[in-house]
T-cell receptor, first 110, second 114 residues
């Protein structure tokens, strides 16, 4: 069963624009992670935010976490065509059990 | 570091045959996960190990699926007998117990059961 639900399911934007993806989950977590998957490839870890953190940055990525609403958002600023991929949130609960959401497909038009 | 290595990359087998997927985690990682990805069901956690011991296998769909980790550098996922609905991409991922670095995924094994 999936713990996280991403929104939107698909997103199409122009190069240079910002892309925002949201993730909601159901149970208490230790941390929340975001991954990227290019077509036909394995997943690549982007960023991890702990349950006691509210915001984290890494390059053009900004992640927020609201544990009271059980939700997170991933912002990609100044998007590039190379950012075209599927993005997944993953929640780690007790014992390092890590469950993935359904993902958001991002398409960045050059 | 060669990353997480999975083999084979592609596997086509006939229904009823036994299939064995292999994974070599990153040296020093003490957690290993097996996931299955399909269009319909997304990424499903099948089983994960800590220090070679299975911790949670509640995602293993049926008794036809079994996984082992005989040592810290090798794990297998076996399906016997295989069925067409097992067709999917199977990923192995490894990580350390230090929370903060996420997990490293292999390139996956694309399994087709005909």
């Amino acid at each position: 069963s999936q713990q996280g639900e991403e929104d939107p399911q698909a997103l199409s934007i122009q190069e240079g624009e910002n892309a925002t993806m949201n993730c909601s989950y159901k149970t208490s977590i230790n941390n929340l992670q975001w991954y990227r998957q290019n077509s036909g490839r394995g997943l690549v870890h982007l960023i991890l935010i702990r349950s006691n953190e509210r915001e984290k940055h890494s390059g053009r990525l900004r992640v927020t976490l609201d544990t009271s609403k059980k939700s997170s958002s991933l912002l990609i600023t100044a998007s590039r065509a190379a950012d075209t991929a599927s993005y997944f949130c993953a929640t780690e609960t007790g014992g390092f059990k890590t469950i993935f959401g359904a993902g958001t497909r991002l398409f960045v038009k050059a | 570091d060669a990353g997480v290595i999975q083999s084979p990359r592609h596997e086509v087998t006939e229904m009823g045959q036994e299939v064995t997927l292999r994974c070599k985690p990153i040296s020093g990682h003490d957690y290993l996960f097996w996931y299955r990805q399909t269009m319909m069901r997304g990424l499903e956690l099948l089983i994960y190990f800590n220090n070679n011991v299975p911790i949670d296998d509640s995602g293993m769909p049926e008794d036809r699926f079994s996984a082992k980790m005989p040592n810290a550098s090798f794990s297998t996922l076996k399906i016997q007998p295989s069925e067409p609905r097992d067709s999917a991409v199977y990923f192995c991922a490894s990580g350390s117990g230090t929370r903060g670095n996420g997990y490293t995924f292999g390139s996956g094994t694309r399994l087709t059961v005909v």
